[in-house]
């Protein structure tokens, strides 16, 4: 896989960098498909063998407090307090990240971490540091890059969650407002956009499953946690579904370089559009 797909990628990646300002790569995927891995290895071949300053940051890191969450739930709809879609994130904060690193006069910057485990977000003193302006940001995320649907599209609810518990729509119009608004604004930052394509939303459900097994596993003995039950990992991956499913469409069409991923977890295809 390494070899055959991401050599090329980075590669590819290394061809765009110009030194003036840190070059912005969009990583996308749905949950569980390997954004993460697929970044390490990436970030991994070209600090080491292109000799470049890498920063990998995710989306998740972004997530509003769970304090902020509550209000939004309360104010909006009570689903906005699942993180994950679109108005979960603290976008000012992440646009402030993007003017603070491609700031000519950048010295360091810190940004936030978020833990899972608890659902919230870490304290100060664990925030990541960036000390040196990367050449290379990879910014990854489940719907980075993702775009808005038609008024139309909303009104359908397309799972029981829908059905259930957004029965006026003003959940799935909230999320969809925040795509074509500030989240758009959001992702023309980036320089380019690769895009890890799974055979179907199934599959997805399937590896995100895996993904909170591994975390109970990783951090069954410590206290105050907040890892999903399967039944739990179900709920919260149908909150994804609607823009993942919309994303398996427009990403393709939007996307600089698609890797096509295989029922086993594998890149099986890679294409260059841009």
Known sequence: MIKSFLI??????????????????????????GKTTISSILTLILKKYFKLNVFKVSIDDFYKTRKDRILLSKNKHPL???????????????????????????????????????????????????????????????????????????KKPINSLEKVYDQGTKWRTHVNNQLKTKY??????????????????????????????????????????????SGDVINFMQTYQRITQQMFKDAIKSSSVIMNLNSNHQIEKIKFKK
Not at 11 to 21: D, E, S, Y
Request: hydrophobic fraction near 40%.
């Open 184 to 229: 758009k604004t959001l992702f023309k930052q980036l320089d380019g956009l690769l895009y890890l394509k799974a055979k179907n939303f199934s599959l997805l459900r399937e590896w995100r499953l895996k993904q909170e097994r591994k975390l109970w596993v990783q951090t069954k003995n410590k206290k105050n946690l907040k890892i999903m039950s």
């Open 8 to 33: 090329p990628v980075s590669f590819w990646i290394a061809k765009k960098v110009n030194k003036k300002r840190p070059l912005m790569i969009g990583l996308a995927g749905g949950q569980g498909s």
């Open 80 to 154: 906005l307090m699942t993180r994950g879609v679109p108005g979960t994130h603290d976008v000012d904060l992440m646009l402030n990240f993007f003017k603070q690193i491609k700031d000519k006069n950048f010295k360091s910057l810190q940004i936030p971490t978020f833990d899972k485990a608890i659902d919230d977000r870490c304290q100060k003193s664990l925030w990541y540091k960036i000390k040196t302006k990367p050449d290379v940001v990879i910014f990854e995320g489940w719907c980075v890059g993702a775009r808005a649907q038609s008024s139309s599209q909303l």
